[in-house]
């Protein structure tokens, strides 16, 4: 679920489980159209999954290593759920 803050052309996510993979690549086509993004990472899910050379990962390090990508690289501010109820006032 998202939702357009038309003042200052903000997008707040929430993916449902299903749809976690694809938070990366949403925040990144988003943030290419000039909008500021933020995605409040404990309400998004991962599954473990199969890197390179057939290290296997835990959605723990998938779900980080994700954030830490958006955050780091400017994609996105992540944040705590509370964060993101406390500003909505």
């Known amino acids: 679920m998202a939702r357009?803050?038309?003042?200052?052309?903000?997008?707040?996510?929430?993916?449902?489980?299903?749809?976690?993979r694809a938070t990366s690549g949403i925040g990144r086509s988003?943030?290419?159209?000039?909008?500021?993004?933020?995605?409040?990472?404990?309400?998004?899910?991962?599954?473990?999954?199969e890197g390179p050379f057939g290290r296997r990962r835990s959605a723990d390090e998938v779900a980080q290593a994700s954030a830490v990508s958006l955050h780091?690289?400017?994609?996105?501010?992540v944040v705590a759920t509370k964060e993101v109820v406390d500003a909505a006032g």
């Open 4 to 20: 357009r803050d038309a003042k200052c052309r903000r997008i707040v996510t929430s993916l449902p489980k299903p749809a976690r």
């Open 30 to 49: 988003v943030r290419s159209r000039r909008y500021d993004v933020v995605v409040a990472y404990d309400a998004t899910h991962t599954f473990d999954l």
């Open 72 to 77: 780091g690289g400017g994609f996105a501010r």
